[in-house]
């Protein structure tokens, strides 16, 4: 199982910031998120052991949060030192595919999108949104979309 902190650095290396493509804290929160949630619906195992929070700006993964908290709503850089991991076929489609699909909004409408699902609306300020409840919300979502 991968880090969270192994996902965000992946999807910080997605970004073109010279096409004018960046990534905030909060946008890689709710990536990190809909990350979580695809690979638990389509693999049944976590992505990522860290715990997702309920926080007011939608789900969080605090470790993640506070290491790029010093950024404020500036873009996110990856610093020389880190180092893009190699993933699986599986991890790798996954993030892939969050990213084209999630990737192409905004920090804000993320937020907006996040605070509209049931994970985080029916988990209580600040406490850890259940693996579980992501999960099963998600596959729901895999389910309704094959059903169009």
């Keep these: ?25 909060l946008k890689l929160q709710k990536l990190l998120y809909y990350a979580q949630g ?37 873009p996110l850089h990856l610093q020389d030192t880190e180092e893009v991991l190699n993933f699986s076929t599986n991890e790798q489609e996954v993030l892939d595919e969050v990213y084209q699909v999630y990737g192409q909004f905004s ?21 850890v949104i259940s693996p579980k409840i992501i999960q099963d919300y998600f596959k729901m979502l895999i389910i309704d979309d094959e059903e169009v």
Excluded at 1 to 25: C, K
């Design 1 to 25: 199982m991968r880090r969270a902190n192994d996902v965000a650095i992946y999807f910080l290396s997605l970004s073109d910031t010279q096409e004018g493509e960046f990534i905030s804290n």
């Design 38 to 74: 695809v690979h638990l619906a389509l693999h049944n195992t976590q992505l990522f052991n860290e715990n997702i929070e309920a926080w007011a700006h939608g789900p969080v993964v605090p470790e993640v949060y506070r290491k790029y908290k010093t950024y404020g709503d500036n």
């Design 107 to 127: 920090a804000w409408k993320l937020r907006e999108m996040t605070h509209d699902e049931d994970p985080w609306k029916n988990t209580p300020q600040s406490a």
